[in-house]
């Protein structure tokens, strides 16, 4: 997901995006440990995209 699209979101829309997207990687970090993941730069990118919804949250929330 690029910078673009998630400013494009409304602020409840990116956190419930990124509650998901933390979900997912816990999931993945978890089938991982049992088993090697088969995209295992699936992960990357959702820490990704998460550091980026943090972000665009926190520039949110320094304009006011």
């Known amino acids: 997901m690029k910078a673009t699209e998630i400013r494009q979101m409304t ?10 997207y933390e979900n997912t990687l ?5 089938n991982h ?7 295992p730069s699936r992960m990357r990118k959702i820490r990704q995209d998460i550091a980026r919804m943090h972000t665009i949250l ?5 304009q006011g």
């Open 11 to 20: 602020t409840a829309e990116i956190e419930s995006n990124l509650v998901e």
């Open 58 to 62: 926190r520039e949110r929330e320094l």
């Open 33 to 39: 440990f049992v088993q090697p993941v088969e995209n």
């Open 26 to 30: 816990v999931t993945l970090r978890y």
